[in-house]
C-alpha cells in the first residue's frame, strides 16, 4: 500500500493505483474530459492535471501514485491550468453543440460553465472539419470534437469493432471511421459505443423522423425487455436507452388494418405474434383505353382491365408481385399470409419508398413497429441477419427462382439445394455488384432495392435497366465469353441473392433443356442491348443535351411557327383518355419548337427507381409499361425529371375495411403517362392537330440535320 | 441565384384540368353562338307572328303587283297534301287570262306564266320579258309537218330578225285607189281654197282619234251616208291577236276616206246645172241620184226639154245632131245622164278608182279599194308614241311615190335606228312590238279578288 | 401555306374556273336571267351550301377528336378552301342580286363569315410566329393567371428573403396540377431525399435551389421594400399597362439598375431574380394581348356562321316551298 497526501489528506493506495483513482476513492473528484472508467486512460485533454510537487503539473488520469506524494487538485495554479484549457477548448467549439442543446450535458460545456467561462478570448479556428450524415443513427459533428479518443477507445476496446481511429494532423486532426470513410460505408455496425462515450456533441444520436414513435396505447419497450431479444443481445445499454422511443411493441386486433398500401412511411414491423394478412387491394388492372379504331361512334373510354381481358405483348407473363415483405404475391391471387418472425416494411423504412401492399391483421397481432435506426442496428446483427435469410430462403426465394423464366421448371429438390446454397449479399448505395468486364462467375438474384444495370460506350454510360425485387442479372456473363457486359451497381440498399458459378453449371448438366431456355434469353438479351447501342451517337449539342432530349427516343414536339394555342392536341389526349390528358403544352423550347410535356421513352428511365411493388418497367421495345398492379402511389410521377407522370383516378368498388364482405365505391389512383396511343395507331394528338403542328419524332433523326450543320461549322 | 426553369417546373405550375375549365373567352363564345342564332331565329319569329312572310320573299314585286306585296298566298296557293308552294299558273289566271300562242304550240312545251313573267325582280315591268323567253322556241322554229311559214331562227332584233313582210319579195301594195303621192306632195297649182296648195301628210292620214278639222274634206260628203261597206273598201285586219295599246284610236292611221281627204279637191260634179257632186258611192247609186237629179230639173225646168245644139262644142267626126231638139222629158233625163256617167265613168271616177266594164249592163263595176288597214300583223306600232317624229323621217318614199303599188311602210332597218339593245337606244326586246298571247281568243275573266286590308297580310 | 397545300389550291382553281364558266353559260342562256330557282341555280346553291354545312362541322369533328373521321388536317383543309369556295358558288347561285330580306341576311352574312375566316386564316399564318419570336417564356393562357400568382409568390419570397417578413399573405394551391405535382401524398416532414440514380442524366433535372436567405437590415433594406410595394406588386397583379415603368423594358433596366446602386451587392442576386421575373411578366402580357389577336376574330366567325347556317337552312327550305 502506498501512502500520499491529497489536497492535505492522506490516504493509502495499492500500487498501480493512479492519482485520479486514488482521488476518486477517497471523494475527491478530479474534472476530467478525456478519461471513462471503463477505458484505458490516455491523458490526452490534460483537463485532470494536478500538482503532485513535480517540475510541471501531471495528467492525474494516467500518473500513478507515489509514496509520499504531495498532490493539490484545487491550487491556484491548477485552476488557472484547467481554467486555461476550458478557454482554449471553448474556443474552437460550436457552443452550444448538439448535445448541450439536446440534453444540456456537453461535459465540456458545463465544465466551462463551472469554470466560469464566458466567451473566449481566442479566435476560433479557421479550418471547418464538417460533419458527417451519413451513418443512419449517430450524427458527426467533427467541429464538436476534442480529440479526447473516447470514441476510439469505445470502438476499440470495449466493442473490439475497430473501426475508429485518428487521421491528418494539425488544426485538421480528426477522427476517422475506416479509412476516413463517412460513417454510413464504413464498417461501422451502428452499435453506439462511440456516440456513449463522447463527452461533447460530437458525436450524437440521431432522431429520425423528428421524433419518436408515437406510442399511443401501445408501449416503449423496456432497456431490459429489448435486451432480452436476441437481436439486441450486443447492443450498447446506453445506446438502446437512447433509441428507445424508436422501437415500439404494437398490439393489433383482428381486422385492424396495419400499414395500408401507396402510404408514404418510415417504419418496419416485425411479428412477434399472431397472423397477418398481406395483400394489395388496388384491381390488379393496368389502365386500357379502347374504342378507338373499331367504329366511328363508339365512345373512348379508359378502363381498368386485366391481362385475361387484355394482353399486352410487352407485358411480363406469369409473374409474382413483388413486395417489400419476405413473401412476394401471386398474380393471380394477390394474397399472402405474414407470421411470427416476419420482417415487413423493409424498403418503407430504410428508403422512405411507400408501402408497397396493405397488411392486415387475421388473428390479434404483436409486432414491433420501428425506425430506421433500430432496424439497421437489427440488420447489421448476425442473429437477426441469420433470421431474415432463412425467412427469405423458405419461402420468397423460389417464388423468385421460379419467376425466372429458365428456372421454371426446376425439380423441386433441385431449388432445394439451390435454397441452401445461395449467398444473401447487402449493398450498400453505390456499390458495384458487378463491374463490366469482370471474369463472370455468377447469377444475382435481386431480393430488395434497386440496382443499375449500365454499359459503357465512348460518350458515356447508358442505362439499359433498373431491376428491382425478383428481377436477375449476370446470366449473360455466365454463358457467353464469361466476361460481364454490364456493370451493375446498387441504387440503394440493396440485397441480392447470388448463385455461384459452380451451381449454375451443375444446374445446366443436369437440365440441358435450361440451357437452351437461357440461351435463348441471352441472345435476346444481348440483341436488345445491341440494338440500343446502335442508336447511340456521339455528336451531342449543349442545350439538347441540358433539356435532357439526348436521353429520350422519342419526343412530342410542338411546331410553334405553325401552332394555333388552340388546345386540339390535349382535347384529343384527354378524350382518348377519359378526359385525363397526358400530354401538356408547356415546357421548354429547342429552336422553334416546344418539347411538349409528355413521355420521353428515355433511355435512362429514373421514373423505374424505386417503385414498390415494380410495376413500371420496361421491356426490350423501349416503351414504358405500367403493369397491373401499380398502387398509384405517385413515387415515378415525383422521379421523372420533366413530370411527364400523372396519377389517374379511378372510382372502383374495394372491399369495405369497416364492414367486410361489403363493397364501397373508392377512388384509387393509377400511374398514366403517354402510351403513344398504341391501341389507336396513331398518337392522337398527333391525329388531332388541325395545323400540322404536332410530331411525335426520334429527336437524334429529327433534330439530325441540325447537327450535321452544327458539326460541318 | 439564377432562376432555374426545368421542364418539371414549368410543368407543375399548370393545372392538369386547365383545358376544361370554362375561361370567358368560352363563355363569350357560347354566349354568342346561342344568342346570335337565336336572335336571327327571332327575328323570323317575329315577322311570322307579325304575318309579314315579306322576309322569305327574294325581290320586290312588278310594279303592277306592288299592292299585294304582303299577300303571298294571292299567287303562292298550295295545293293540298303538297310541299311546293310555288306560284301556281292557276294563280295567275284568277285575274288574268293568258290565252294561247298559237294552236299548233306543242303542249308540253308551253312555258309556264312564270317563265317569262318573272316576279320578285323589284319595280319593273313584269310584261317586260327578256328575249330569251321568246328564242327559247323561235331561235330554232320547228314544225311537226309541212313548211314553216315564219322564219326560224330568230334570237333578237339584231339577230336573226326578218325584214317587215311587206318590205320582202317585191311586195305591191293590193290597193285600187290610183294615188300618186309624189304629185300631190309637190306644190299644187289649183287647190280649192286658191292655187299653190302644198299638202302635209296630216292633210290626209290621222289617227281615228284625231281632233280637229279636214283641211280637204267636203261636209256634205262627210255626212253623207254610203252604201258600201267598209269590208269592201279595206282588207281585212289580221292583227286582232296584238294586245291593244291604250293610246287606242291613235296608234294607227285611220284609213283615208275621200270624204275627207280628196272632197275638196276632187269634185264630183257632172253638170253645169248643178253645184253638188254626185254622191262617192257605188255606181247604181250615182245612176239613180242623177237620173233623180236630172227628173227633178227638168220637172222644175219644163223649157229644157228644147235642147239646142251647142256650136262650138261638137268634137269632131262625131254626127251632128240636129240645132234643136225637143225631147220628152225621160229622154232628156237620159241624154243628161248618159252624158254625166260618161264625164264620171270616164274621167272623174276614173281618175282614181278602177272601173272595170260588166256585160250587159251600162254601169262599171268599181272595182274594192282594198286599202290595207294594218301592215304589219305580227307586231304592233303605235304613230302616238312617235309623234314627235315627222313623217317623211320615216316615210321618205311618201314624197317620191308615183305608184300605189308602192309600199311606203318603212323597212325595219329604220326601226332599228332607234330600236337597239343598250341603254341609249329605245326598247328593243320582243315584247315592245310583239305579242306571245293570242288576245283574239281572250277570254274575259271574272273578278274576284277582293282586296283585304292591306295592313294584314293573308 | 406551303406545298403541301397544294393539292387542295388546285383543286379549288379547277372547281371555282368550271363553275365560273358554268355560270356564264347559264347566266347568258336563262330567259328570266340567273336566278336561285332554276336548276344551275339550285346546283349552285346546294353544292355551295353542303360546303359551308361541311366547313360548319368542323367545330363537331373537334369535339370528337379521336374517333377516326378522318386527320384535323385534312378537315381544316378542307374547311379552309371549300369555304372559300362557298362565297362564289354563292354568288352564282344568287346571280349576284341579294334578293329580299332573308335572302340579303344570308348572302351578307357568307360575305362577313367567309371575309372573317380569310382574316383568320392570315392570323394564324402570322400570329404564331410572332409569339413563338416575341415570347420566349410563353406559357399556357388559360394558365396565366395561375403563372403570374406563382411569379408573384416567388417574388414575394424572394423580397423576404431579403427584406424579412413583410406580411403577405400565403396563397392557398387548389387543382390538379400537371408535372406529377399531383402524385404527391403528404410525407413525413423531414423526409430524406430519395437516394436515385446518381447524375441524373444530362442534367436534365436541376432541382432548384432554395434561393439564398441574405436579410438584410430594416435600413438596407428600405429602397427594394419601397420599391416593391409602390410599383412592382402592383405590376405582378394587374400589369395593365404596357407603356407604364415597368411594363417597359428600358425602364425596368433603368429602375432595377438604380436599386442596384442603392442596394448592397449581397442582395444583386435577388435583384437580378427581380428583374427576370418582371421581364416574364412583360412577356405573359404580350402573349395574352397576341392571343387575343388570334383567337378573338372567333367571336364573330363561328356565331356568325352558325347563324348563316340556321338562316341559310331556313331560306333553303322557304324558297323551295316558294
Known sequence: MIELTIDGKAIQVPPGTTVFDAARMNGISIPTLCHLQSQTPVGVCRLCVVDTGARVLGAACVRPVEPGMKVQTNSEKVLAARKTLLELLMADHPSPCARQEKSGDCELEVLAKEAGIGTPRFPRRTISRGQDDSSLAIAVDHDACILCDRCIRGCDEIKSNFVLGRMKKGYSAGIAFDLNSPMGDSTCISCGECMVSCPTGALTNKSVAGTALSTGADSALSVEELHKLPVFAGVSGTFLELNRGAIVRRRFRKGDVICREGDFGSTAFFILEGKARVSISTPIAHVKTEGGAVGFFKRLTSSLVAREQDKRSEEAHDRTIPIDASVDLAYGNPVAELGPGDLFGEMTCMNFYPRSATVRAETDVVAYEMLRNVLDIMQKNKTFRAQIDQNYRRRALESHLRGVPMFSELSPDFIEHLKENVELIRYAPGQVIVRQGDPADSLYLVRIGFVKVTEEYPGGDLVLAYLSRGDYFGEIGLLGGGFRTASCIALDHVEVVKISGDDFRQMVERFPTIRSGLEKVANERRAANEQRLQMVESVPLDQFLSQGLMEAQSLLILDLQNCTRCDACVNACADAHNGVTRLVRDGLRFENYLVATSCRQCRDPLCMVGCPVGSIRRRNSLEVIIEDWCIGCGLCARNCPYGNINLHPFEVFADDPETPGRKKAVVKQKATSCDLCTHLKEPSCVYACPHDAAHRVDPRKFFGQMFGQAAAK | ?458 | MDQTQRGWVIGSLVVFTVSAVAYVIYAEESPAGPSGGSFMGLVFGISGFSFMIFAALLGARKRVPTWRLGRAQAWMRGHLWLGLLSLPLIFFHGGFHFGGALTSVVMWLSIIVVGSGVYGAVLQNYLPRVMTHDVPLETIYDEIGNVRRALRMEADKLVENVCGRLGLVKEEEEGQRAGGFTALRPIAASAVPLRTSAGVSAGASAVAMAPEIVLLSEEESKPLRLFYFSEMRAFLEAPAWQRQSLGDPERAKNAFAALRRMMPPVAHPALDDLLSICDETRQLMRQERLHRWLHGWLLAHIPLSLALILLGAIHAFMALRY
Open chain 2, 1 to 458: 441565384m439564377a432562376r432555374t426553369r426545368t421542364t418539371k417546373s414549368v410543368a407543375q405550375r399548370i393545372d392538369l384540368n386547365y383545358f376544361k375549365r370554362a375561361t370567358p373567352f368560352k363563355r363569350l363564345r357560347l354566349l354568342l353562338v346561342v344568342g346570335i342564332p337565336l336572335l336571327a331565329l327571332g327575328w323570323l319569329v317575329w315577322r311570322g307572328v307579325m304575318r309579314d312572310s315579306r322576309v322569305y320573299s327574294s325581290g320586290n314585286l312588278s310594279n303592277s303587283h306592288a299592292v299585294f306585296e304582303r299577300q303571298c298566298a294571292a299567287c303562292h296557293v298550295q295545293k293540298a297534301g303538297e310541299f311546293s308552294e310555288q306560284a301556281a299558273d292557276s294563280a295567275c289566271l284568277a285575274c288574268h287570262d293568258g290565252p294561247v300562242h298559237h294552236e299548233e304550240q306543242v303542249k308540253a312545251d308551253v312555258p309556264k306564266c312564270a317563265t317569262c313573267h318573272v316576279e320578285h325582280r323589284g319595280r319593273i315591268d313584269i310584261v317586260a320579258g327578256s328575249n330569251i323567253s321568246c328564242s327559247q322556241c323561235h331561235s330554232n322554229l320547228k314544225v311537226a309537218a309541212g313548211q314553216l311559214p315564219y322564219a326560224a331562227h330568230i334570237q333578237s332584233l339584231e339577230d336573226g330578225h326578218p325584214e317587215v313582210a311587206v318590205k320582202r319579195d317585191n311586195f305591191k301594195d293590193p290597193g285600187t285607189i290610183l294615188l300618186n303621192h309624189n304629185v300631190h306632195m309637190k306644190l299644187i297649182r289649183r287647190g280649192p281654197n286658191g292655187p299653190l296648195v302644198q299638202m302635209e301628210c296630216w292633210d290626209c292620214h290621222r289617227p281615228e282619234a284625231a281632233k280637229g278639222s279636214w283641211p280637204y274634206a267636203d261636209a256634205s260628203y262627210v255626212d253623207a251616208k254610203v252604201t258600201y261597206e267598209s269590208k269592201d273598201v279595206l282588207l281585212p285586219v289580221k292583227a286582232g291577236w296584238l294586245w291593244p295599246r291604250h293610246s287606242m284610236g291613235r296608234a294607227y292611221m285611220a284609213p283615208v276616206q275621200f270624204s275627207t281627204a280628196c272632197a275638196a279637191c276632187h269634185l264630183l260634179t257632172f253638170d253645169k246645172r248643178f253645184d253638188v257632186g254626185v254622191p262617192h258611192d257605188k255606181p247604181e247609186v250615182v245612176h239613180a241620184f242623177l237620173v233623180k237629179k236630172f227628173q227633178e230639173y227638168i220637172a222644175a225646168h219644163p223649157a229644157e226639154v228644147r235642147v239646142v245644139r251647142e256650136p262650138a262644142r261638137d268634137l269632131t267626126g262625131k254626127p251632128l245632131l240636129p240645132e234643136v231638139r225637143v225631147l220628152t222629158p225621160a229622154q232628156w233625163v237620159s241624154e243628161r245622164t248618159a252624158d254625166a256617167e260618161q264625164l264620171l265613168w270616164r274621167k272623174t271616177c276614173k281618175q282614181c278608182h278602177a272601173l272595170n266594164a260588166v256585160k250587159d249592163s251600162s254601169l262599171p263595176h268599181v272595182a274594192e279599194a282594198r286599202l290595207t288597214q294594218r301592215w304589219m300583223p305580227h307586231a304592233r306600232f303605235d304613230h302616238d308614241a312617235h309623234r314627235g317624229f315627222s313623217c317623211v323621217g320615216c316615210h321618205p318614199g311618201a314624197l317620191a311615190s308615183k305608184e300605189t303599188s308602192d309600199v311606203l311602210v318603212p323597212d325595219l332597218a329604220n326601226c332599228k335606228t332607234c330600236h337597239a339593245p343598250g341603254p341609249e337606244h329605245a326598247e328593243s326586246r320582243c315584247f315592245e312590238c310583239h305579242t306571245y298571247h293570242d288576245w283574239s281568243k281572250r277570254k274575259e275573266v271574272k273578278p274576284t279578288f277582293t282586296l283585304p286590308a292591306l295592313s294584314r297580310g293573308k
